[in-house]
DNA sequence: TTTAAATGTAATTATTATGGTTACAAGTAA
DNA sequence: TTACTTGTAACCATAATAATTACATTTAAA
């Protein structure tokens, strides 16, 4: 199983309303690159405005950065879409039998290495940032 | 989303057979321990089986590891029970619009920078044994 | 040789998350 | 007033999970 894309079309849509900055970024716009439905866009925006990441409107067309895009980190993003919750990356089945020395230890052996494996993936992500991504696009594009 | 609790059964299951060592650890113990189906147990088996970490025979009772715990890394079993795929952990959305810059683009800037969080994860996963998960729950049971 | 017990595996089910789609109320500007 | 946009809710198809049942196959012991 992999971690939901909304994270990856968070990612495209802040790139794209930062290149595309000169311009409107509405939800048909960006839903249009990212090849998917306005509604989809939408309720993904709903959420980096929540996180206030971007600045929307309704009733006014376009989407803003609502910070530099040297200050978004990729784990921003990631926290912002909701894709994985706080320590719960790898799930730990539940009620095994406490009668068991294994069964009754296992939940709290496991969890703090499980916690371990996911912090050392989400660091990586805070150490990325939305320019590192819209650099390498640009330098791809040789734009700019 | 999380990743599938098999993992975490797969190595509550290859624990209790290596504290178990001196009974035969059948599915429906194991089960008994994990508190689910003997044939889920029997299931992840065969892929514990597949990956040569334990040995298991039809029709005889009860699974033997097939490595020292020491030699059995936690990542050998996340590989085992193929909870997440080799590059997967994270999803990227598909056919993004080859006509915008950044669709043509947001696929190959962002795996590398997927590739390299989940790479970290997996290599704190690569350095925790079997053997730390089973002295902490001795350590917690105050045996041996 | 028969019997009992265990593994291997397929089929079925309920639950949940995802991603897409449609529809529409509410806000804004021309 | 009109046209356009955002915000949301409702609904659907698909896929993965975990549990369950059932049964063929294999082994060992009576």
């Known amino acids: 199983m992999s971690i939901s894309s909304r994270f990856s079309v968070g990612i495209h849509i802040l790139a794209l309303i ?7 970024s509405t939800s048909e716009f960006l839903a249009g690159s990212v090849n998917t439905n306005p509604a989809v866009i939408r309720k993904i925006m709903g959420m980096l405005k929540t996180a206030g990441l ?3 409107q309704p009733g006014i067309a376009g989407a803003e950065l609502a910070k530099d895009l040297s200050a978004i980190t ?3 993003v990631y926290k912002a879409v909701n894709v994985v919750q706080e320590k719960e990356l790898f799930s730990i089945h539940d009620n095994p039998n406490p009668e068991c020395p294994v069964g009754k230890n ?5 969890e703090p290495l499980f916690i371990k494996a996911q912090s050392a993936m989400e660091k990586v992500l805070n150490s ?3 320019e590192d991504v819209v650099k390498d696009i640009n330098d791809k594009e040789n734009i700019c």
Chains 1, 2 share one sequence.
Do not use: P, W
């Open 128 to 130: 990325l940032t939305l």
């Open 106 to 110: 296992i939940q709290s052996t496991i």
């Open 54 to 56: 971007v600045n929307v």
């Open 18 to 24: 930062a290149i595309n900055k000169n311009e409107r």
């Open 74 to 76: 990729l784990f921003d």
